[in-house]
């Protein structure tokens, strides 16, 4: 089992930057990818990053070159910072974390609003 909690979402104007938070309940060694999703209304929810417990980073390519996922293991955290926000961000974004065993199990956040007005 894994709580998530995210925290850092809000408001800002395109061309702004945000840095989301997901604080985990567990050592984040211990999970073998964590994500980040978002899903905007009406849309289905999407993959935006990840990163895998020895540091393999990847992105949806809407988003490469503008948002980075990163670690501190000693807080048990991932962040993910995001610049150059564009209108089209707009989306509740959710923290996963998922845990390979014999299936994969996945965990979820409450989520975070981020807000991009143009």
């Known amino acids: 089992q894994v709580q998530l909690v995210e925290s850092g979402g809000g408001s800002v104007q395109a061309g702004g930057s945000l840095r989301l938070s997901c604080a985990a309940s567990?050592?984040?060694?211990?999970?073998?990818?964590m994500c980040w999703y978002r899903q905007a209304p009406g849309n289905q929810r999407e993959l935006v990053a990840s990163?895998?417990?020895?540091?393999?980073?990847g992105y949806h390519d809407s988003v490469k070159g503008r948002f980075t996922i990163s670690r501190d293991s000693a807080k048990n955290t991932v962040y993910l910072q995001m610049n150059s926000l564009k209108p089209e961000d707009t989306a509740d974004y959710y923290c996963n974390a998922k845990i390979l065993s014999r299936s994969t199990f996945d965990y979820w956040g409450q989520g975070t609003q981020v807000t991009v007005s143009s």
């Open positions: 567990r050592s984040i060694f211990s999970i073998n990818v």
């Open positions: 990163i895998t417990h020895d540091g393999i980073a």
